[in-house]
């Protein structure tokens, strides 16, 4: 079976979906949709178009079919956007929907899945108008924002339901985000519901968590994702909402840009509460980062299940988590964690005071939601039901 991927290849949660089917002796390759870097994880796997050299740490199993310096055989070109720029005037334009349509012309594909829509699905879409004719399966995932806030802008809309209406068959990680595909006129057959990122070593990362019930922890995680679709703003606000209520805590703030930054320093200044920027890490290091907190805080104005909000449950973490996600699919409000409105802090600020001051919630929480992380995120369950997905769509693409 010969899969191809059109991902963002720079994407942790691309590599973990996509090694999930590698060591099944398949022909699995990897079309990046845009130039970025290529992230370490990534094994056993083709990947076409790189236009910088191989990334120091990329696993030997990993072969690169790249764009060749166009001078010296073998070499492939540097690192950045001044090759590119090299490589453009000799080559006129360098065209990402031409050469995914030769690649696909070329490799012939049985299945071919755009790992989200924005990019990866409009990509594939104009190959697909490009090359005309017999198209391979063809497998539309959808990550969280993908239809729940483009399905509502204006410049996105006919574009979404072109792409829905044009593939095969849809997978995303929400049953809110069917109801939404179907509205907006895919007819096509829709996968098994299951989490974008694939499922976890849950014996492995277990070493991760600090020891002892999570009512003796003392760190406050939020994420600090503050753009078109991230408060953490908000929750910085919530935080000295109920500064009163939070001595002896630390807080951490991870993904944090530069208004983030400076608004955490004054906090921290007007609130005494020491604010921490934790540093870009490893995928185990934040793992761990959860394992130490008492509390997690994400807020968006919208996203799907929210991978950093499982990773904070598989960890113990108590989850207070914006209802633009779909929270209410993996949480019950109030009980396993509170879900809340991404841009009203007095709400938010509420459910920091209870989650920190109730020691049974929080440790009562993390007992059932790690039953939730036994079901629902265990790599063991979730890796065969993925791989029986791709022998499904290719014995039904054979008798075709």
């Keep these: 079976m010969r899969i191809l991927f059109v991902a963002m290849a720079n994407s942790i949660h691309t590599a973990r979906w996509v090694n999930q089917i590698t060591d099944q002796g398949w022909d699995v390759h990897l079309f990046p949709v845009e130039l970025a870097e290529i992230h370490s994880s990534f094994r056993n796997v083709t990947i076409h178009e790189l236009l910088y ?45 031409n050469r995914l349509a030769s690649t696909i012309r070329r490799l012939k594909p049985d299945i071919i899945q755009s790992l989200e829509i924005q990019h990866a699905g409009y990509l594939t879409l104009e190959a697909k108008n490009i090359l005309g004719g017999k198209f391979p399966a063809w497998v539309v995932t959808n990550w969280g924002n993908d239809i729940y806030l483009f399905g509502r ?23 809110r985000d069917i109801q939404l595909a179907k509205q907006m006129g895919f007819r096509g ?6 989490p974008n990122a694939g499922g976890y070593d849950l014996a492995r990362i277990a070493q991760f968590r600090q020891p002892g019930p999570t009512s003796m922890r003392r760190l406050i995680l939020l994420k600090g994702y503050q753009d078109w679709h991230g408060r953490a703003l908000v929750g910085l606000r919530a935080i000295e909402l ?55 805080i994400g807020l968006s104005i919208s996203d799907g299940i929210s991978i950093s909000s499982l990773e904070a ?18 949480i019950v409000d109030g009980e396993t964690g509170f879900i809340v409105p991404p841009e009203d802090p007095e709400p938010i600020a509420a459910a920091i005071r209870r989650a920190v001051s109730d020691d049974a919630l929080v440790d009562r929480a993390a007992e059932l939601n790690s039953k939730v992380a036994q079901e629902r995120l265990d790599q063991a369950k979730i890796k065969p039901q993925v791989i029986d997905i791709y022998k499904k769509i290719a014995d039904q693409s054979s008798k075709k």
């Design 153 to 175: 802008l204006d410049s996105h809309v006919d574009k979404i339901k072109a792409v829905l209406r044009s593939c095969d068959y849809y997978s995303c990680e929400c049953q």
């Design 313 to 330: 449950i598989m960890m113990g973490a108590f989850p207070i988590q914006s209802c633009t996600a779909c929270a209410d699919e993996w």
């Design 189 to 194: 057959e829709v996968l098994t519901v299951l």
């Design 242 to 296: 109920c500064a009163n209520a939070l001595k002896g805590y630390r807080i951490g703030i991870y993904l944090a840009n530069s208004d983030v930054k400076i608004a955490a320093e004054l906090v921290a200044k007007s609130t005494g509460i020491p604010i921490d920027i934790v540093p870009y890490c490893s995928h185990d290091d934040m793992l761990r980062q959860y394992g130490r907190a008492r509390v997690y």
């Design 53 to 97: 050299q191989r990334p120091r740490g990329l696993s030997p199993s990993v072969r690169i079919n790249g764009l060749k310096w166009p001078f010296q055989r073998g070499i492939l070109i540097s690192r950045g956007y001044d090759a590119l720029d090299i490589i453009s005037k000799k080559y006129k334009r360098i065209d990402r929907v």
